[in-house]
Structure formats: structure tokens, C-alpha cells
């Protein structure tokens, strides 16, 4: 069984699979039941400021039958008193030395806010502090959460405020609510963050009731945007967590990063990992079905491990990383096209129609290897779809909207060109940025455009 | 009678698993469509109370050796059970999806996770070091197999005794060919033997080795024989050529598959077949005659359908395979010609008043009687209990089975028992076999613990 423990900044933990801060951390009763089942740590529901809940609360996304694709919520940090908040993560702290216990905060943005709330929670024993700069609701409009994490000057000023007296690591949470998440990511780097964590939830609408035109969750006739996360928001995660992976003054200073949005599977904890991060925090996937799923996401991570070889979950952590390119530097003489299976093809005919309507036009309907109207077409036997491989721009397009595995393949054939990069050719040929000159370049290379 | 009349590839048709295998997207869309309930009722439905909805979250998650792990934690025959349960009575018949739409194809997913196992040759399992303590388990069907892998996962050192030439006992001999395919059985017993437990075929208790020279040489002993000969129906004719009785004729046709088609065609089938009885066990039999070719093949039973202990869709089952029912009918004698059988001689039946049990008495129609034209008889008569081996351990017995406590401990301290030997009819499936083994293993344990601490 591959090892799966975890440093994170320093702090320890068996796996690299901690709760986020969120509703199923809002409790010792809840966290001391998800370490019983054996989660890494928990990042404690963010404490400060008081509050007041509403309800309801959560909306959710139901696509073609598949309840809580993603979720929404207007909930804000937790509403507990912060004294009793403390005594219970101390509580915790104690009795489960050897998991993550981490305390997310957000109060007013004001030194002596900042300061206090460290210091308390210090005092609780607790691993470390998350700096909740992400709460794209309720939060935001009193000046704190997204209205932090969506200025960089700001995420400088007040992580400063909080590395200048803080003794254990501090993680700072960016929100994906911005154009470009590295710029507050460089800002934390600069107040000296121990630590970042991506990402919050995404500004959303869930959705609209058809019935009385209300939006979802309805607040006695209100809705307004609310955080957006679960399986859903995990492609914008990935790319986030790999833009900030990336960037030089991350890896320069080796800056952990904790990894979340859309994370439900080991699957999609291995992504994560591989793509810059060092541990993984989970929430939506455990509001649907409970603690139970960490037995899942351990040993299907680690069965994967030891399938492929590799003894520690370290030894993956941004394995990826290096691959994450710019357009630019992709080699545009690497050529891939679709094949088609005729033997498992069941006529479904869905990589036809988007082909040719949605993509390049190079796939046939074929009877007897002969191209037919499928408008005129009247006779008996089903015609196959085939693709013309020398039109065949490979897009992949066929290959995803076909329902069954492994019918159409992406085939890596020899373009019969020089390998070149889009930089590399504009560099060297500045002049094919005229239409007349990109026409000459391809005839000269025999790119053909179909 | 001769070999069948088919073509090799219409007897592979007939003779392949009745439900296919999933593929990996089959199962994966089948696995998503499952709530992933807490506190499941599937798993309370299941004997073995297998964690339904944790084994079905991981196919989901494509973690299908988690998913084999998660199943074999609670039962060591679930190859076997993936294939011959009752899923209808049991998980699947629980599932909450049922209430408004299909229910979850429980047993096919377990079995999706069962052949990733085997196909891979894998041992997800640990075992303790050594106790020394040593365990012989009568018999290394379900029962034994289960009682025997669960010990060797504590450290146990056992020994299998089994009179037939293969282990595996009724998912080998007993379980047509078309539900469970004897490479499957073997599979599982290997398994078992991989956790350590050693399997003694050809030995029998009573003849090989007595009862009293296990008692000494064991530190406890698990009877798991289930159950033995298919009794002779008293009736005039039953020596004639022609008439078997269906576990062997079941047996032969498992063994003969094993071996390929060709061997499974020469297997002789008569052309008019007539079963006796209308348990599971008549209409598997009545199943085979009918796909290895013969012409006819009639159930002959002395109640009337309400009455058949055959499950309600095993019934529906056969009845689509073209078997044809003569209820209330009570074989008198069997008629030969040249030393062949030519027919069977009945009475009429008609239904009394409920006996003890609730079920009808049955009485002859007076002046009823009628022959029905047949080249070949089967008996599907229950079997007998094996007394004599009983009688060797010194164990009291309950109607003919082994008396034992919930703990499945006999009257014998030393001696504990399960299975088909324990209870009768409808009870004894596969299922309720391995979890007896389970429960027998955790009370030998205990008690093995208790007297050496």
C-alpha cells in the first residue's frame, strides 16, 4: 500500500485528504466523526466576524437526472460564538494530535481585528490559520472575503497583518472570482503566506423556478449570486491550481498549495495532485454523501498508486505540472486523426452530425464505401460513418460524443512536416502574419486547410 | 438415449452464462445510477450483509479492486453469489430504487468486481501469523469454504476434508452451467486456498478417517456436508436404464462443459423427458434436458403450482424455456421396454384440507390413472441427511438435521455446523451457506480464545 502521508507547510497529516472549511466543518461533533473515518485534517468553518444566517440557503444543480452536479450557497462563516468555536477546535486539537486541524478566519479588515483573532486561535493548539479571502457573498459587501482576495494590495496588506504575528503556517484561500488568479496568489507570496489554498467558490446563479419565476435558493422572494462549487467547478480549479503551480515565484520559494473545487473522487484528488497540489480539501462531495467517502478516495488513491508503481503520494505531486504549455509553444506539426471502429460502431451516427455540423466536415455516411445523402438515402442497409483521415483536422470532437469505448480512436499519424512552434514560425517568418504570406508558408510546408 | 442432436455453437448459446458479464461503461453507468444510501437496505437483505452501497461507490469511482475488497470483507463466496442468488428476494428486491423505477443491478455489479479480481489473479486480503491452532471443516462447499477462508484470516491453521474428486460442492456439482460455470467455482476455491486452507480431496469422513481421530487431532471441527443421495422414490422401475437422479445428471453436464462443447454434445439426452419433484433442483434439471436438446420435457408433481417450492422466478424462467408442467399428478411406476424406460405411470391428485405445514393434503383421484410416453426419467426429490456421520460425532439432531445454537455450535462442544446440514428448502442458498461459515468461524474463534486465555 503506497504512503500517503502528507506535510503540508509543515503540518502533518496521515493523507492528503482534509475537509474544507464549510458546512460539515462547523462542529467538534462533525470533525471528531470524520476523523473517526479516517480524513487527513479539517479546515474549520471560518470564525470572526459575527453573523447572521438566513434560510434557505443551498441551490442546486440537477443535469439530465444527476443530483448536485454543483451546488450553490448563500451561507455565510459560521454563526456559532467565536468562544465556542475555540474551545471545541481545542477540544479536537487534543484528542486528534496526529490530523490537520486548520482555522479558517475572517474578520473586519483592520490590524487589531486580525491580530486578536490569530492570536486566539493560537491559543487553541491548532496546526494552522486559512485566510478566508474567497466568500464571494454576504461577506464581500461588509468588505471582507472576495473584496479582499479580488484586490492584490489589499491580500497583501492584511496576510501581512497576519504573517507579521502569526507563529504557525498561514494558508491563504484565493477566490476564482478575479481575471487572473496569480495576481493575488504573487501578492500572498509577498506578505510572506506559508501556504495558499484554491479555490473558493465561483459567483453563480443557480437557477430559475419556472413555476413562480423565483430564483434558487429563494430568500422569502430574494435570491441573489451565491458561491458555486462541487464536481461541476472542477475543470476552472484545475486550471487555476496549475496557473499558480507554474508560476516562478511559487516555485521558488516551494510554496505549498492545497487543492479544491469539484474534488469527489480519488480521480479527481490524482489530478489535483499532479497538478501542483499538496493536500486536497474536499466539501460538496461530503454534503451529498456523508464522511463514508474518504475510505474511497484513500484506497482508490493509493490502489492507483501501487498499480502504477509509485510508493508515496509525494513523488506525484506536480508531475504535471511541466506539461502546462503556452498555445505558442505547441508543436504544430504533430498530427492526430479519428478512426473509427466499424466492428463496435452502433449508428448512433452522433460523431456524424457533429462533425458536420459542429466541427470540420470530414466524416461520410458510407454504404458499401460509398459516400451517401442521409437526406435521400432510402435503403436497407445502416450506413457506416468513416472518417476522411487526410480532412481530418483532429479535433477530437468525434471521439467525445461518441457513446461507446474505445469505437473511435485518436490516431497519432506523421504529418510528414518539420516540427515547429507557433513563436518558433513567427520568429523565424514574421511575414506569415500576412494572409498572402501564410498562404505561400502552407503550401511550401503542405499544411492543407480543409 | 444419445448425445445431442445440436450444433456445437447452438450449444454454446445454450450453455453460456444466462446474464452476460458488464462492460466496464455498462457498469459504470449502472454503479453512478445507484443513491449510495445510508444505512442501506440492500445491505440489511443481504445474509452476509455486504456493504452494497460502499462496493457500488467504488466501481463508480473505477476503484473496482476497492469494490472487491469491500465485497470479500464480508463474504468469500461472492463470485458464486453474485451469480445464484435470488437477487429479486434479496438485496435487489430491497433496493429503494425499486419503488419507482429498476432497482440496481446488484448482483451483476458484484460479479463486474468479482471477475476484476479473478481476471487479475489478486489478494486483497491479509491474514494473521499463525495461532497454531488447527481447524478440519467437513466439506468445501459454500459453507466449509467460507468457515475455513474466514479462519485462515485469523491465523488458523485448516484442513479441508471433501469426499468428492473437486472441491467447491454444489457451486461445482450443483448450480447449472448456464448460472455459474464450474472455472468459476474452482476460482473461488483457489482463492481460499491462497488465505492459507488446506483442501483434502477424495477423503471422507467415516471411511478414511474417523470421527473420533478428527476430535483429537483438531482443536474444533465444522461440519459443513450438506446434504447426501437422492432417495429412491419406492416406486416399481426405478432400476431401469434411463432413470437418474438430476444432481448427477446436473453434475455431468458441469463437468462435461469444463472439458468444451464437444464432450458437453455427446452427453446422452432422452427425446421425452419427464422430471419428478418441482423444487430449484427439478427445474434446473428440467432446464438442461431442454437446452441439450430433448424434444419434450414435463415437470410431474404431485401438488398443484401454488404448492412448488421452486422460487417464483425460477418458475417464470421455465416456463419460457418451453418445459411443460403436469401438476397433481403422483408417479405409481415406472414402465420399461428392453431394460429402457418407455413411460411413467400416474395417478391423478386432487387437493384436501391444509396439513400441519399449511400446505394442501393430496389424495388420488380415484380411477385416474394415465401413462406419460417417456424415454427418460429424472428424480428431483430433495436428498437424504447424512445420520450415519451425524451418528459418528454423537450429535443431536432436529427432524434429521444437525441441532445446533445461534452460535451454530452442536450438542458437541468441539463440533460446530452449518449450511445445508442445518436447515431445509427454501433457506438453503449459497448465501445463507457462507454466512454460516462466517458465524462459525467467529464462534470457534471465540471460544478457542476463551479456553486458551
Known amino acids: ?450 | 438415449m444419445d448425445g445431442s442432436k445440436l450444433s456445437l455453437d447452438e450449444l454454446k448459446d445454450r450453455f453460456s452464462e444466462i446474464k452476460p458479464a458488464l462492460s466496464k461503461r455498462e457498469a459504470s453507468i449502472e454503479a453512478n445510477r445507484c443513491l449510495y444510501c445510508f444505512d442501506a437496505p440492500c445491505i440489511a437483505a443481504c445474509p452476509t450483509s455486504i456493504d452494497v452501497p460502499t462496493f457500488i461507490h467504488k466501481i463508480s469511482t473505477d476503484n473496482v479492486l476497492g469494490a472487491a475488497t469491500t465485497i470479500l470483507e464480508a463474504n468469500l463466496l461472492a463470485a458464486t453469489c453474485s451469480r445464484v442468488c435470488p437477487v429479486e428476494e434479496l438485496c435487489e428486491g430491497a433496493c429503494v430504487l425499486g419503488t419507482d423505477h429498476k432497482p440496481i443491478e446488484i448482483g451483476r455489479l458484484q460479479r463486474y468486481a468479482m471477475d476484476y479480481l479473478y481476471d487479475r489473479d489478486l489478494m486483497p486480503l491479509t491474514t494473521a501469523p499463525p495461532n497454531g491452532k488447527k481447524v478440519a471443516v467437513i466439506g468445501a462447499g459454500p459453507a466449509g469454504l467460507s468457515c475455513a477462508g474466514e479462519l485462515a484470516k485469523l491465523g488458523y491453521q485448516v484442513t479441508v476434508l471433501e469426499k468428492q474428486n473437486l472441491p467447491g460442492g454444489l457451486s461445482t456439482y450443483g448450480i447449472v452451467v448456464m448460472r455459474e460455470p464450474i472455472r468459476i467455482a474452482l476460482e473461488e476455491v483457489e482463492f481460499v486456498k491462497k488465505l492459507g486452507v488446506e483442501i483434502k480431496t477424495g477423503v471422507e469422513v467415516g471411511k478414511d478417517i474417523s470421527a473420533k481421530d478428527l476430535l483429537e487431532q483438531y482443536d474444533a471441527v465444522f461440519i459443513a456436508t450438506g446434504m447426501g443421495k437422492v432417495p429412491d422414490l419406492g416406486i416399481p422401475g426405478e432400476d431401469l436404464s434411463g432413470v437418474s437422479e438430476a444432481l448427477s445428471f446436473i453434475a455431468e453436464t458441469k463437468l462435461a462443459e469444463k472439458e468444451g462443447l464437444e464432450r458437453l454434445s455427446k452427453l446422452p439426452v432422452g427425446r421425452r423427458v419427464a422430471v419428478i419433484g418441482a423444487g430449484n433442483t427439478a427445474i434446473d434439471a428440467a432446464t438442461i434436458a431442454k437446452r441439450l436438446g430433448a424434444d419434450n420435457v414435463t415437470i410431474v408433481y404431485r401438488r398443484s403450482a401454488e404448492e412448488m417450492p421452486a422460487y417464483d422466478f425460477e418458475y417464470e424462467f421455465i416456463k419460457n424455456e418451453g418445459v411443460e408442467f403436469r401438476f397433481l399428478s403422483q408417479p405409481l411406476e415406472i414402465l420399461g421396454e428392453n431394460g429402457q424406460v418407455s413411460g411413467l405411470r400416474c395417478d391423478k391428485m386432487q387437493l384436501g384440507e391444509p396439513g400441519d405445514d399449511g400446505r394442501h393434503q393430496v389424495s388420488p383421484v380415484p380411477n385416474s390413472e394415465f401413462t406419460l410416453e417417456c424415454d427418460q426419467v429424472i428424480k428431483a426429490i430433495g436428498q437424504e441427511k447424512l445420520l450415519e456421520l451425524f451418528a459418528a460425532f454423537e450429535l443431536e439432531l432436529k427432524r434429521g438435521y444437525v441441532k445446533v445454537d445461534e452460535t451454530l455450535r452442536s450438542s458437541n462442544p468441539q463440533v460446530f455446523a452449518g449450511g445445508d446440514c442445518i436447515r431445509a428448502g427454501g433457506l438453503a442458498m449459497t448465501v445463507t451457506a457462507t454466512e454460516d461459515g462466517k458465524i462459525a468461524a467467529k464462534s470457534i474463534h471465540n471460544w478457542l480464545l476463551e479456553t486458551t486465555s
Request: charged residues 20%; proline residues 5%; contains cysteine.
Open chain 1, 1 to 450: 500500500m503506497a504512503d500517503l502521508s502528507t506535510t503540508f507547510a509543515g503540518i502533518k497529516s496521515p493523507n492528503p485528504f482534509w475537509l474544507a472549511s464549510a458546512p460539515p466543518t462547523n462542529s467538534a461533533y462533525q470533525i471528531n466523526k470524520a476523523f473517526e473515518q479516517g480524513w487527513g485534517g479539517a479546515v474549520w468553518k471560518t470564525i470572526g466576524a459575527p453573523v447572521l444566517n438566513v434560510s434557505s440557503r443551498y441551490g442546486g444543480y440537477e443535469y439530465k437526472g444527476n443530483k448536485l452536479v454543483a451546488i450553490n450557497n448563500v451561507e455565510l462563516i459560521s454563526d456559532r460564538p467565536l468562544e465556542v468555536n475555540l474551545r471545541e477546535i481545542r477540544e479536537v486539537k487534543k484528542l486528534w494530535s496526529g490530523r490537520a486541524v486548520i482555522v479558517s478566519a475572517m474578520v473586519e479588515s483592520k490590524p487589531e481585528a486580525w491580530h486578536d483573532v490569530v492570536m486566539k486561535i493560537e491559543d487553541t493548539g491548532a496546526d494552522g490559520i486559512e485566510l478566508n479571502y474567497g466568500c464571494p457573498h454576504g461577506m464581500s459587501e461588509r468588505g471582507m472575503g472576495a473584496a479582499v482576495g479580488q484586490v492584490p494590495e489589499y491580500c497583501t496588506m492584511i496576510t501581512e497583518w497576519v504573517t507579521s504575528v502569526a507563529s504557525i503556517p498561514v494558508i491563504v484561500k484565493l477566490t476564482p472570482n478575479v481575471t487572473d488568479i496569480t495576481k493575488p496568489a504573487l501578492a500572498a507570496v509577498q506578505a510572506k503566506a506559508d501556504a495558499l489554498s484554491l479555490i473558493n467558490t465561483i459567483n453563480s446563479i443557480i437557477g430559475v423556478d419556472l413555476d413562480n419565476f423565483q430564483l434558487k435558493p429563494n430568500v422569502g422572494g430574494k435570491g441573489s449570486h451565491g458561491g458555486y462549487a462541487g464536481p461541476a467547478v472542477k475543470p476552472v480549479a484545475l486550471h487555476m491550481l496549475s496557473a499558480v503551480a507554474q508560476e516562478e515565484a511559487v516555485q521558488r520559494v516551494g510554496l505549498p498549495i492545497s487543492g479544491m473545487g469539484g474534488i469527489q473522487t480519488w480521480r479527481d484528488a490524482a489530478e489535483f495532485l499532479l497538478l501542483g497540489a499538496t493536500s486536497l480539501q474536499v466539501c460538496t462531495a461530503v454534503m451529498h454523501y456523508g464522511f463514508r467517502i474518504i475510505e474511497d478516495l484513500t484506497e482508490g488513491l493509493s490502489n492507483w498508486l501501487d498499480e502504477k508503481g509509485i510508493k508515496s503520494v509525494g513523488e506525484i505531486i506536480g508531475a504535471s505540472v511541466p506539461r502546462v504549455s503556452d498555445f505558442g509553444d505547441f508543436d504544430l506539426s504533430y498530427k492526430v486523426v479519428a478512426r473509427i471502429d466499424p466492428e463496435t460502431c452502433t449508428n448512433c451516427n452522433l460523431c456524424y452530425i457533429a462533425c458536420d455540423e459542429g466541427a470540420h466536415q470530414c466524416i461520410d455516411l458510407t454504404v458499401d464505401g460509398h459516400k451517401i445523402d442521409p437526406a435521400s438515402y432510402a435503403g436497407s442497409v445502416k450506413p457506416i460513418p468513416v472518417v476522411r483521415e487526410d480532412d481530418c483536422v483532429g479535433c477530437n470532437l468525434c471521439s467525445l460524443v461518441c457513446p461507446v469505448d474505445s469505437c473511435i480512436t485518436m490516431l497519432e499519424v506523421d504529418s510528414g512536416r518539420d516540427s515547429i512552434t507557433w513563436k518558433e514560425l513567427t520568429s523565424q517568418k514574421p511575414e506569415v502574419l500576412n494572409w498572402d504570406e501564410m498562404e505561400k508558408y502552407r503550401r511550401e510546408v503542405g499544411i492543407k486547410i480543409h
